[in-house]
């Protein structure tokens, strides 16, 4: 595969949904999903799931009709990792544009390789949300062109057929397309006045942090289980794979976060104080 190219070609000018190239829809519809995130995942028991399941094998609550029959009590019954989860639109992209509509059941030869084409397109999407994100940012100008390449093969890759998905080399398109984010999450936060924090993959676990200044911060992949963050400054903060599975985000700024995703809040304990961008939900926990 070409690397994206490092140099940009074409005046950039941030994205608006009406310039930005045509995308497949980046959250779940799961009217128009085969259920794959129940079927095609493995998971084990632990506190997020209440039992163990196997990849490839149906969630016993999965229904003939592909609907969740504990929709509504899956934190009630220990299916908190349900409500976590969000494929960025992978499933129905799948289920009706891969396979055009063909589900698992009635034709169970597609079963594995839907399978594991799922997973692929899930990151696929995932860096669709990121790239497109990055293309909102006015500062990032000096890399839009070569993020709106990177979009464009991505988004082309969304549409390959079964084959050429389960051949495709997804780690090194990442790869390529984090160069990009760590360049635009550099641009971006160097307008933040004073000294940003840099915990990069830090252990955070716990950490006592309500109130803390974290404006600009660079919080790419820590670890914020548990964290207290309860009225912490996050705004235009890199969160791009930060864990905030049960952190405390009660009264937090989220605005402006860079690369804040649905996923992350709906792991996190927030309250309607909690100020997130406007792109994304309070999550129906949060109280």
């Known amino acids: 595969m070409d690397p994206v190219p490092s140099t940009p070609t074409t005046p950039a000018t941030p994205a608006t949904a009406a ?15 085969f259920a794959l995130c129940c079927v095609a995942l493995p998971f084990a028991k632990s506190s997020d799931f ?8 149906p969630c016993k609550n999965l229904q003939q009709d592909f609907r969740c029959g504990i929709h509504t009590r899956l934190r009630d019954k220990g299916f908190q990792g349900c409500t976590v989860f969000d494929c960025f639109g992978a499933g129905q992209q799948v289920s009706q544009v891969t396979f055009g509509g063909r589900d698992w ?13 799922f997973p692929v397109m899930r990151q696929l999407h995932e860096l ?67 000294r940003k924090k840099n915990h990069r993959g830090a252990d955070l676990m716990g950490a006592r942090l309500s109130g803390a200044n974290l404006r ?14 309860t009225g912490a400054d996050l705004r235009t903060a890199d969160l791009i794979g930060a864990d905030f599975r049960d952190a405390n985000l009660r009264g937090a700024d989220l605005r402006n976060a860079i690369f804040l995703t649905q996923p992350q809040l709906n792991a996190a304990q927030g309250n309607p104080t909690t100020q997130i961008p406007p792109t994304l939900t309070h999550p129906t926990h949060w109280t």
């Not at 310039?19 to 999903?33: G, H, I, K, R, S």
């Not at 600009?216 to 963050?229: C, P, Q, T, V």
């Open 19 to 33: 310039n930005l190239p045509d995308l497949p829809v980046l959250q779940a519809d799961c009217a128009n999903c």
């Open 50 to 57: 209440a039992v163990n399941k196997p990849a490839g094998t």
């Open 105 to 117: 059941r009635t034709h169970p030869g597609t079963a594995r390789t839907m399978y594991d084409v």
């Open 128 to 194: 669709l949300f990121y790239v497109s994100q990055a293309l909102t940012l006015p500062d990032a100008a000096p890399v839009h062109a070569d993020l709106r390449h990177a979009l464009a093969e991505t988004e082309q890759w969304t549409r390959a057929d079964e084959q050429a998905l389960g051949d495709l080399d997804v780690t090194s398109l990442r790869q390529n397309i984090n160069t990009l984010l760590l360049k635009t999450s550099e641009l971006v936060r160097a307008k933040v006045p004073g």
């Open 216 to 229: 600009g911060a660079n919080l790419r992949g820590a670890y914020l289980i548990a964290a207290d963050l």
